[in-house]
């Protein structure tokens, strides 16, 4: 049996196996890194550039709306050229584009490598679900969801804290480049041990490219400029709606389209993305909601990161758990359990006291347990019910599903402090994580 065939029936053979896994796990975890790293430097690069916070955002947002916008794209590229080829393209981009925005002489220059950076980020995160399939037998799928769903979510916690250290003994050029040697080694790794899946040859629509990429990211500012800014919000809400009409009247009609309606079709995979949607929303309305509510409680910001740690933590530390039992117990058990108890903690968060640490570290650590619980068997169901010549798509997919989850949810919470406040928005959090339980269940 050939090398490629041998991937294809039960994943690679040991060691390659582990190789691999941590040249994905070492990938994943600097894009990770870089998103929250980056947060941190802002206030320093502002000064440097002598820039207000409303431009020096747009090192940040620049990044974002290109990642959201080649997800797709990238995850239909993988399966035209190849998964390794393509993972291993994205990562050196995104590696050169860090050392070009830790050497940018300009705030021009460092947009345009900060969009380098996010081309390299899109095919590295669109992709990775694809070669965790080809990498491990089935009965191990829930296992390595949740090794890197922990490594996500462990990096997310870290992220700040490395970028301050960072901060600490270097100019803030340097958080853009402090990961470069682990990204050089994964990628030098990554093209001799990662799963050499043999492609699925067919054309690449650039134009369908082109109309995802501009779907999105005119839906993304708009979302993001709807309160501050209604009218040119609405203008651009609007356009990144016809444009995506476009893109879904243009893909109807193709044999292989570039969007993966063909999976939408499968329930388990509609009923899936739907329940990720909503556990993301909720997701980024705990991240951008608990600093804002604790901060008016009085707390200063060592003593916020220090309240909200149990969320990230036990993420990290119940993912790998409930990827074990998604291997052994259908995937919605766990989902529906894990929407119910973050359902209940949104609750509480609404109900109690910000002043009391004591009650809401142990609450934030309930809603961590219930994502944790979520998030690695979710995506299994994703993956383990898409064909397997349809990897690619189906991790575009599931990353498209949490970036619109994401977007919702920081549209919500803005909404939310608009009208009545940060409890307003834990209400609605505990809504969406109700209808992703019922979503979960309703797969079975």
Partial sequence: MSESARAEADGLPQPRRTYATLCMGAGIAIAVLDASMVNIALPSAARSLEL???????????????????????????????????????????????????????????????????????????????????????????????????????????????????????????????????????????????????????????????????????????????????????????????????????EMSRQTPLLPLDLLRVRPIRLAVVASSCMFAVHILVAINMPFHLSAAGFTPVQIGLIITPYPIAIGLLAPIAGRLSDRLPSAIPCAIGGGMLACAMVLLALLPPERPELICPTLLLAGIGFGFFQAPNNRAIIVNAPRARAGGAGGLQS?????????????????????????????????????????????
């Fill in 52 to 250: 207000t916070p409303a431009e020096v955002i747009w090192v940040v947002n620049a990044f974002q709306i290109t990642v959201v916008g080649m997800l797709i794209p990238f995850s239909s590229l993988g399966e035209i050229l190849g998964f390794r080829r393509v993972w291993s393209f994205g990562l050196s981009l995104f590696l050169v584009g860090a050392i070009g925005s830790a050497l940018a002489p300009s705030f021009g220059v460092l947009l345009a490598t900060r969009v380098v950076q996010g081309f390299g980020a899109a095919a590295v995160m669109s992709l990775l679900s694809a070669l965790i399939r080809h990498s491990h037998p089935a009965s191990h799928l829930g296992r390595a969801i949740g090794n890197n769903a922990m490594v996500v979510a462990l990096c997310s916690a870290a992220g700040p804290s490395i970028g301050a250290a960072v901060l600490a003994v270097a100019p803030w050029p340097f958080v853009f480049a402090a990961h470069v040697p682990i990204g050089i080694a994964a990628l030098v790794f990554g093209v001799r041990h990662l799963p050499d899946v043999p492609p699925h040859r067919r054309p690449f629509d650039i134009l369908s490219a082109a109309l995802n990429l501009a779907a999105f990211g005119l839906a993304f500012l708009g979302l993001d400029l709807l309160l501050h800014r209604p009218s040119a919000g609405a203008m651009l809400l609007v356009s990144g709606i016809v444009c995506g009409a476009a893109l879904v009247w243009r």
């Fill in 400 to 444: 498209t599903a949490r970036v619109l989850g994401q977007a919702f949810g920081a549209t919500v919470a803005a909404a939310c402090f608009t009208l009545a406040g940060p409890w307003l928005a834990f209400l609605c959090g505990s809504v969406l994580a109700v209808m992703s339980g019922v979503a979960s269940l309703s797969r079975r």
